[in-house]
Nanobody
């Protein structure tokens, strides 16, 4: 299991931006493929984006393409998700996790889910 901590969520108006951060302590994230998932009330958890640590591939769900950007900061040992042009349907709890990351999809790689960070898009 890879214990990760999410932060950066909040309440934002439609069209606004947020930057989520996924942090680790005690190990280096640049050795792992990391992904972001989200779960809205009453819905299944879905993969949003991921970054492959081996080949640099990134994945984005169709619903967020062109609006979300995943990035790594190895100096800070974090993986971030920049979310722009937010929509009410982006409202969910967002989680980061170790993943198998491919260009067309992402798969959760271990049994660990953190607490997540709540993102609410509302006017």
């Amino acid at each position: 299991q890879l214990p990760l901590v999410e932060s950066g969520g909040g309440l934002v108006q439609p069209g606004g931006s947020l930057r989520l951060s996924c942090a680790a302590s005690g190990f280096s994230l640049d050795h792992y493929s990391i992904g972001w998932f989200r779960q809205a009330p009453g819905k299944e958890r879905e993969g949003v984006s991921c970054s492959n640590s081996v080949n640099g591939i990134t994945f984005y769900a169709d619903s967020v393409k062109g609006r979300f950007t995943i990035s790594r900061d190895n100096a800070k040992n974090t993986v971030s998700l920049q979310m722009n042009s937010l929509k009410p349907e982006d409202t969910a709890v967002y989680y980061c996790a170790a993943v198998f990351c491919y260009s067309e999809y992402v798969i959760h790689a271990d049994n660990y889910w953190g607490q997540g960070t709540q993102v609410t898009v509302s006017s």
